[in-house]
C-alpha cells in the first residue's frame, strides 16, 4: 500500500470511531476527545485525519496501529453490543423473525 492508501484507511477509521462514540449531533467534539483519551491517540491527528486528510502526509506508524487497534476494539465493542440486543429481542418477542435470523447471521458471518 500507498503512504496515502495508509492514511485514507486512518482517515476512514477515525471517521468510523467517531460515529461510534458519538451520542448524536453535536458530540463528535466529546467523541474525539473520548477516542484520544481511551486510545492515546493525539486528539489533533484525529481531528487532521477527520477534517484536513489532505494537509497530512503521514501520521507514523505507532499513530496508525493505535488507531487500528482502538478500531478494532470498538468493533468487537459493537458486535458485544449486537448480540446483547440479539438476547433482549428474543426473551421479549421470541426467536421467529427474519430479523433476528438476519442478525445472528451477520454474527454469525463476523466471526467467522
Known amino acids: 500500500m500507498t503512504a496515502a492508501e495508509y492514511l485514507d484507511e486512518a482517515a476512514q477509521w477515525s471517521k468510523d470511531l467517531t460515529r461510534m462514540h458519538s451520542r448524536g449531533p453535536g458530540d463528535t467534539e466529546n467523541a474525539v476527545r473520548s477516542i484520544a483519551r481511551e486510545y492515546g491517540v493525539d486528539y489533533g491527528t484525529i ?13 507514523g506508524v505507532t499513530v496508525y496501529m493505535r488507531l487500528r487497534a482502538a478500531y478494532q476494539a470498538e468493533c468487537r465493542r459493537q458486535l458485544g453490543k449486537l448480540k446483547n440486543e440479539i438476547a433482549t429481542t428474543e426473551a421479549v418477542c421470541g426467536a421467529a423473525s427474519n430479523h433476528l435470523d438476519a442478525a445472528k447471521a451477520l454474527v454469525r458471518q463476523i466471526e467467522g
Open 47 to 59: 481531528w487532521r485525519l477527520r477534517y484536513r486528510r489532505s494537509s497530512l502526509r503521514d501520521i
